[in-house]
């Protein structure tokens, strides 16, 4: 029997402005991502791969290349890779080895250099990043035969047990005398409060780090 004229086919779904496909879906996923694309070369995005560019525009890597820094006062050159950490420099290529390797993380403070006087972490940055500025270690504190003040108060007061803190803590107490000769008790906290002792020698630590600014007197017993 015929169907009444007018009527639609109900098995015959119409197609509208609307209607949405996988087709047309992947489609879409293409042209977005050939939009994006574009923007980024357009903006000058690196391509994945890209060795990384210092602020001066100068491209290192990916495999070793000569790096010159300047070390406890002299000039060091050595063949790295951009992911080198000044730490693994200082230590394995360069043979100082007071700058001591802990947490590897930026959490204890046993790797602690002087970067233009001042203190930083060594395994939390690049050896390229420390290319212009001068470095201090541990070993380059004190005078040629000699100790740093600061040295010789953390013996009279015996401020160490395993040592294996002491290059950090010393050299981070430096840099507070340096900018600050009579820090307060509460300063000399606040400057190591990054530095971790795992024998809890805080006490002996604070107060040879007073006795090297002249504010306790320096033990002869």
């Known amino acids: 029997m015929a169907r009444p004229s007018g009527k639609s086919n109900p098995k015959k779904r119409k197609k509208t402005a609307t209607s949405f496909t996988r087709r047309a879906f ?8 050939g939009a994006l694309g574009a923007s980024l070369l357009a903006a000058g995005a ?5 060795p990384p560019a210092t602020s001066s525009g100068t491209t290192f890597g990916p495999g070793a290349f000569p790096l010159t820094l300047k070390i406890n006062g ?8 951009p992911r080198v ?8 290529r360069i043979d100082l080895t007071g700058t ?9 403070g046993g790797c602690t250099v002087l970067l233009d006087g001042r203190p930083a972490f060594a395994c939390m940055m690049l050896a390229v990043d420390a290319r212009g500025h001068a470095i201090t270690t541990i070993e380059g504190i004190a005078p040629r035969g000699g ?33 600050n000769p009579r820090p307060s008790l509460d300063q000399v906290r606040e400057a190591l409060g990054g530095h971790l002792c795992r024998c809890g020698t805080y006490p002996r630590i604070f107060e040879a780090v ?8 320096v033990s002869k017993g």
């Open 85 to 92: 950490t000044l730490l693994d420099v200082l230590r394995d």
């Open 210 to 217: 007073l006795s090297a600014a002249g504010r306790v007197p």
């Open 100 to 108: 001591k390797k802990i947490c590897d993380r930026g959490e204890c």
């Open 46 to 50: 690196a391509p994945a791969g890209t």
């Open 74 to 81: 002299q000039a060091k050159t050595v063949r790295v890779e």
């Open 147 to 179: 100790l740093h003040p600061v040295q010789q108060a953390f013996i009279d007061k015996d401020a160490l047990q395993c040592g294996f803190c002491t290059p950090g803590f010393v050299v981070a107490s430096k840099a507070l005398l340096d900018q």
């Open 26 to 33: 992947l489609k879409g996923i293409g042209l977005g991502a």
